[in-house]
């Protein structure tokens, strides 16, 4: 079977492939994985996938991203793989190098996000020169939704026959038995975070940064709360400083009485279970996955209009889409589903419904295989679960 080398740049981000090495390992494939040792890769138990550990900085550093080069090509010639498949910025670039210059065979680039679709100048034509050449130095390329295909297409990345969408999107699909009601561990999150409080809890997951969209989330919110005051805005997740909300959005949630934030969370299916309704006002996405998890554990979802994040719904259908940047649609939105419970209801089982049909683990991990098993076949796809 194929030797197949994965990069990503943190540990952290190995929890976007739960479950897929093993999947893989097990069908008797030769796994390895490179990642930066900054934290627990916990979830590969298996002593047959191999783990490669390069230090990495997720930020422009001349001299470290050179020495990671020269650390990751040794690794390339080491391993000698048949097939790479990349993601995340840092390792995308390093490693895609990496395989070219040792003449990997197959190297496929897993693009997750676009990052200079909200950034504007230099720096916009920086990251675009990147991505091209990322994508030009591959041979095939993976896009997490065919909303970002597109956008790849638009902006000349790579040509459409290049370009392959998995099912009908997602990196890593879900394991559903992770999203199954663990009443004490919810009663017990409810209890730390939300007290005896019976409010009305809007629900988000993720980083809270500016193109998540949180400044408008924290301002709709608070024009909410003047209406109603029995809301809460529960955060899971942390600041960064590479993308940070304004200092008035900050002390907003540092500071309001009904705004709760938990920090860095690193399994979050059971906090779901404390919303009613689920809300990602980004501004871009390359899949929102964390609208698929929302789903999964039956709450209705509300997402904007833009890149990635509008493919993980079916508008009025199984969730509701709003125009990223617009306070009124999203109060509105949020007021449809806390004030009509028939509606929601119909949404989050619709929802749940699509993510158990279309996006388990492993309809993704047979399309990802149809790849592996060479580029003729980038045309099949697998669109469901088998009944």
Known sequence: MSKILIGVTSSISTKLLRGQLEYFSKRGYDMHLICSPDGNIDFVPSSNIKVH?????????????????????????????????????????????????????????????????????????????????????????????PSLKEVLIQEGLAPKEKIKVLGSGSYNGLDLSE????????????????????????????????????????????????????????????????????????????????????????????????????????????????????????IPVVTTNVTGAKDAIIPNETGLLIEAGNITEMKDAIRTLLENKEEATRLSEKGQERVRREFQSEVIWRNLEIVYNRTEAMEQNVYEIEK
Do not use: H
Request: glycine residues 6%.
């Open 179 to 298: 999203f199954e009601l663990d009443e004490p561990e919810v009663a017990r999150l409810r209890k730390q975070y939300l007290g005896e409080s019976d409010n009305q809890v809007i629900g988000y997951v993720g980083r809270l940064t500016k193109d998540k969209g949180i400044d408008d989330l924290v301002e709709a919110f608070t024009e909410l709360a003047r209406e109603k005051s029995n809301l809460t805005l529960l955060l899971v997740g942390d600041f960064e400083d590479g993308d940070a909300v304004t200092t008035i959005t900050k002390k907003r949630i540092l500071e309001g009485q009904n705004i709760v934030t938990t920090g860095f969370v690193p399994k979050t299916a059971s906090y779901y279970r404390l919303m009613d309704m689920f809300i990602l006002p980004t501004y871009r996405e390359g899949f929102g996955n964390v609208l698929l998890e929302a789903a999964a554990a039956d």
């Open 53 to 145: 550990k390069v230090r990495m900085k997720r930020e422009i550093s001349p001299f470290s991203d050179l020495l990671s080069l020269f650390q990751i090509i040794w690794v390339y010639l080491k391993v000698r793989p048949d097939i790479t498949n990349v993601s995340t910025p840092k390792a995308s670039l390093l490693c895609m190098v990496a395989a070219y210059l040792t003449r990997t065979p197959m190297r496929i680039y897993s693009i997750i996000g676009l990052r200079f679709e909200t950034c504007t100048g230099k720096k916009r034509k920086l990251l675009l020169t990147i991505e091209k050449l990322i994508c030009k130095w591959s041979t095939a390329c993976i896009a997490v939704s």
